[in-house]
């Protein structure tokens, strides 16, 4: 074996430089949780296409009065000249649809359709973005106590969460939404029953979330970035709030996202129920409630709410199963 041969004036260290660099010349860097999963939800063209079809639902719902006033009529305006009178369906094939009226017009009023879809949508998106704020807010808070200081605490919150979700929630709400009058803790009219709406389906949901939270807590909570918090003096609100909570929010926005399509869904059931918001404020499940009487005549009037409802629930949950998938591949 012969001995190493030794270059005199050459260093046999590589230069940090040469370490810091990539094959193509650029200087390696780091990766955060969130710019991974980004890349990787970037190839997933499925939760792409939901995320595009919903950012489109909320545009829609924002420009509604502008696009209303270039391509249809004002949501409540009647066009009886539009109805048969003998048989109150749309004159005109495909429930009286034209350029003028894309999406035809509603039996015995003459509505735009058109019109009512999009003004619908800001209704149902509204009242599901906020139950789901609420949801997300409650059982975040509670479920990160619960499963941060545990014993008794622990005990109170686990046995509420199990009460809430034995709560037969549809009746509840079919009593409640049945009996609140038009005014009510200062509200009235429209802002009332959106309101009502939110807190029911936000208060009542909130255990889901809760138990997810209050899992990830209790894992989270033994790791050595609490412990290294807590040895140099961290109060526990402090530990809370910026140790825990920042890991907690990937499955948070996942179920999140998977969360906001059951509410749409529910909202849609109440104003199919009459309990939602009422006439003449269009809504996706209150529209669906008037076509069960007349979508024998006109078959659009059922299809084309129901259709709205079935793309925005189905974009919400294929951007959810993205995100899941994105932040932890290893539930594929």
């Known amino acids: 074996m012969t001995a ?161 979700l034995a709560f037969p929630l549809l009746v509840f709400a079919l009593a409640l939404g049945g009996v609140i009058p038009d005014k009510a803790f200062g509200l009235s009219g429209d802002t009332l029953r959106i309101s009502l709406l939110v807190f029911i389906i936000g208060f009542f949901n909130w255990p889901y979330i809760g138990r997810i939270v209050r899992g990830q807590t209790l894992s989270l909570r033994e790791r050595e970035f609490v412990d290294a918090s807590r040895s140099l003096g961290a109060r526990n609100h402090t530990i809370l709030f910026k140790e825990i909570l920042p890991n907690l929010l990937a499955p948070i926005l996942v179920y999140s996202t998977l969360l906001i399509p059951s509410n749409i869904l529910f909202e849609a059931a109440l104003s199919f129920l009459g309990v939602g918001v009422r006439p003449p404020t269009p809504t996706w499940g209150g529209m669906l409630a008037d076509a069960v009487h007349n979508y024998d005549v006109a078959p659009n009037y059922m299809i084309f709410p129901g259709l709205a409802i079935f793309v925005t629930v189905l974009a919400f949950n294929l951007l959810g199963d993205g995100l899941r998938d994105a932040f932890d591949p290893k539930a594929r």
């Open 4 to 164: 190493p041969l030794d270059v005199p004036g050459q260093e046999l260290e590589a230069a940090p430089e040469a370490v810091l660099e990539g094959s193509q010349g650029k200087a390696i860097q780091g990766r955060s949780l969130g710019q991974i999963a980004w890349m990787r939800l970037k190839r997933d063209r499925v939760a792409i296409t939901g995320g595009i079809v919903i950012i489109l639902l909320i545009l829609i719902a924002i420009f509604a009065p502008l696009l209303v006033s270039w391509l249809g009529h004002p949501p409540a305006e009647w066009h009886r000249e539009k109805i048969d009178p003998a048989i109150q369906a749309p004159i005109g094939a495909f429930g009286g649809i034209s350029w003028d009226f894309l999406f035809g017009v509603e039996p015995t009023t003459g509505r735009d359709l058109f019109s009512r879809i999009l003004y619908g949508a800001r209704i149902s998106l509204l009242i599901a973005f906020f139950a789901t704020l609420l949801c997300v807010v409650l059982g975040t808070v509670l479920g990160m106590i619960a499963g941060f200081f545990g014993g008794w605490i622990d005990t109170v919150i686990s046995r509420l969460m199990d009460i809430f």
